[in-house]
């Protein structure tokens, strides 16, 4: 089972190997330089050859461990090939950081049959082929391990044009509880991150293309500002770490209380704030 956390050292993944779906870019790539520099070592996967081999540069240059495989995670045979590929590298596959996902805003009465598929086998399709495939080698091993699932929290809030997104990632957030509880007994354990709006190419690019958009987004969020993806990445590594050996099944939010809801009733905060200065 897991060395529980003595004190000694913070979050060390000296040893161990890891996967990261969606690696070349944004939170991925956040996730896999954080993992390396706690000293594990890192498979990146992604459709894209250019970014991985970028990442896996990146991380070699700050003296760490890290292999680019390009990779669909819809396509269940070229999932295992990764993590096959993984393994041969690395010796070994201690977990995953499901982090691939398809996103666009769209009123659902005019979501497209494939543009719902789309993102479904994404998300959810995609985050079961990878985890079926690391815990079976986990189990197979006798060894623990640890899965973090990147969500959001429209997942259990709902939010207008984000049907295909929400229902996708709320299916992730059920599947962490339930194979929390199903493969506890093997020390594998599941947990789900669910980061607000954060400063990526990415998703800056899908879901607040103009300024005006940009500032409607932060004006959501009670904090002001928008999540770094070093922020996500470091509390990804957390939720792997030894730090958390006693933590499964859970939903971190780190969302700068923008899922908390807005204000309704009474003056604006902003409004006091301004007559109080």
Same mark, same amino acid.
């Given at each position: 089972?897991h060395?529980?956390?003595?004190?000694a050292?913070l @979050?060390?993944l000296?040893g161990?190997?890891? $996967?990261?779906?969606?690696?070349?870019?944004?939170?991925?790539?956040?996730?896999?330089?954080?993992?390396?520099?706690?000293?594990?070592?890192?498979?990146?996967?992604?459709?894209?050859?250019?970014?991985?081999?970028e $990442?896996?540069?990146?991380?070699?240059?700050?003296?760490?461990?890290?292999?680019?495989h390009?990779?669909?995670v819809?396509?269940?045979?070229a999932?295992?090939?990764?993590?096959?590929?993984?393994?041969?590298? %690395?010796?070994?596959?201690?977990?995953?950081?499901?982090? !691939?996902?398809? =996103? %666009?805003?769209?009123?659902?009465?005019?979501?497209?049959?494939?543009?719902?598929?789309?993102?479904?086998d994404?998300?959810? =399709?995609?985050?079961?082929?990878?985890t079926?495939?690391?815990?079976?080698?986990?189990?197979r091993?006798?060894?623990?391990?640890?899965?973090? =699932?990147?969500?959001?929290?429209?997942?259990w809030?709902?939010?207008?044009g984000?049907?295909?997104?929400a !229902?996708?990632k709320?299916?992730?957030v059920s599947?962490?509880?339930? $194979?929390?509880? @199903?493969?506890?007994?093997?020390?594998i354990?599941?947990?789900c991150?669910?980061?607000g709006?954060?400063?990526t190419?990415?998703?800056?690019?899908?879901l607040w293309?103009?300024?005006?958009e940009?500032?409607?987004?932060?004006?959501?969020?009670?904090?002001?500002r928008f999540a770094s993806?070093t922020?996500?990445?470091?509390?990804?590594?957390?939720?792997?770490?030894?730090?958390?050996?006693?933590?499964?099944?859970?939903?971190?939010?780190?969302?700068?209380?923008q899922?908390l809801?807005?204000?309704?009733?009474?003056t604006p905060?902003?409004?006091?704030?301004?007559?109080r200065?």
């Amino acid at each position: 089972m897991h060395n529980h956390y003595r004190g000694a050292t913070l @979050e060390s993944l000296t040893g161990r190997a890891y $996967l990261v779906t969606g690696g070349g870019t944004g939170i991925g790539a956040a996730v896999a330089l954080r993992l390396a520099e706690l000293g594990a070592s890192v498979t990146v996967l992604g459709r894209r050859k250019e970014p991985l081999d970028e $990442l896996v540069a990146k991380v070699e240059s700050a003296g760490g461990a890290a292999l680019a495989h390009p990779a669909d995670v819809r396509d269940p045979a070229a999932v295992e090939a990764a993590v096959e590929a993984a393994e041969a590298r %690395f010796g070994r596959v201690d977990g995953l950081v499901n982090n !691939a996902a398809g =996103n %666009f805003v769209a009123p659902a009465e005019n979501l497209s049959a494939n543009g719902w598929r789309a993102v479904v086998d994404i998300v959810l =399709n995609g985050a079961f082929n990878c985890t079926s495939a690391v815990a079976r080698r986990l189990i197979r091993d006798g060894r623990p391990g640890a899965v973090v =699932n990147v969500v959001a929290t429209y997942a259990w809030t709902g939010h207008p044009g984000t049907v295909h997104s929400a !229902a996708a990632k709320a299916g992730v957030v059920s599947m962490t509880k339930t $194979l929390a509880v @199903e493969w506890a007994r093997y020390g594998i354990r599941l947990n789900c991150i669910a980061p607000g709006p954060t400063e990526t190419d990415g998703a800056g690019a899908a879901l607040w293309a103009s300024p005006e958009e940009r500032e409607r987004v932060l004006s959501s969020v009670p904090m002001r500002r928008f999540a770094s993806t070093t922020e996500v990445a470091g509390l990804t590594a957390l939720l792997l770490s030894d730090r958390t050996s006693y933590v499964t099944g859970t939903v971190l939010t780190a969302d700068g209380g923008q899922s908390l809801g807005g204000q309704i009733y009474g003056t604006p905060v902003e409004e006091l704030a301004k007559a109080r200065r």
